[in-house]
């Protein structure tokens, strides 16, 4: 039954992955709640090769027996295995336990393994091991897109870039300076060589080492960007921070914040991934805020419409 299903789901996709290039994608989605997984599937520049799949079970409610929870999740490996024709060195299988602010980014171990795989011509590392997330978040493959096509000529800001996978298709898309930020090392130079990998490695690049809060209130009145790529956890602390993060609680003093940096007639693209985020509209009355979550939402991702909330804020 699940074999079936992904093929179904393959069947549905195929045209569209081949008309938009595209090498990275999810495939499948607790469609039915017997195999509550999501399945990812990522290949490199020789696909026939290189392709890997990411798998993450989501955490079952205490009443799911856990032999048959095991028995399923076996059942629906083996037709992973068959059906996308990929080995076990090539299939990845994680828990998703529901986490909030650290754990998220803690790793899970210290393999340091990283594949090179390809989205829209553009090249980025992933790692399906050490850590929760791949490097590569799926769900934004249109808003990436979205950035680099606003982006030529423009002053490029990428905050809580993770691994800069955004300033890599700004590059791309001909900005003309990049700032990165992201309070993480390990990010940080990963997005360092995402960027390298495609080639920018100029001084026109620039990678900061910072909080982003305290790195907004530093640089008020002192830079402008033309583009901002505003994509913060939905809730955030740190060893390094005396304070939490809550997206939703701090949107508005974030948002103002964000927008002391941007030029006159600037972007600001602001995204998370609260599933129930309200934009609190009348408190951030100054601004033209448009909600662009249903534009941003590729075909991959239509069943789980909540995936991310997406806004395009601008002065007005
Ligand atoms: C892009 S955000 C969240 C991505 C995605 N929206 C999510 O919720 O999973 C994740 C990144 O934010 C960074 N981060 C979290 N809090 C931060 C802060 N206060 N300042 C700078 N970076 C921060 C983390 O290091 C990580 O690279």
Known sequence: MFANRLNKNLKHLSRWLKREHIHCYRLYDADMPEYAIAVDVYEGSDYAKQRWVHVQEYEAPGSVDNEKAKQRLNDALTAIRHVLAVKDQQLFVKTRRRQKGRGQYEKLSTSKHFHQVIEGGIRFLVNFEDYLDTGLFLDHRITRNFVAKLAHGKRFLNLFSYTGSATVYAASGGASLTTTVDMSKTYLAWAKRNMAL???EGKEH???????????DKMAGKRRYDL?????????TSKRMDTTFDVQRDHVALIENTARLLSSDGILIFSNNLRRFRMDRESLSGFTIKDITKATLPKDFERNSKIHNCWEIRRP
């Open 198 to 200: 495609n080639g920018f």
């Open 206 to 216: 620039e990678f900061v080492q910072a909080n982003c809060l305290e790195w907004l």
């Open 228 to 236: 901002i790529f505003l994509d913060p956890p939905s809730f955030s």
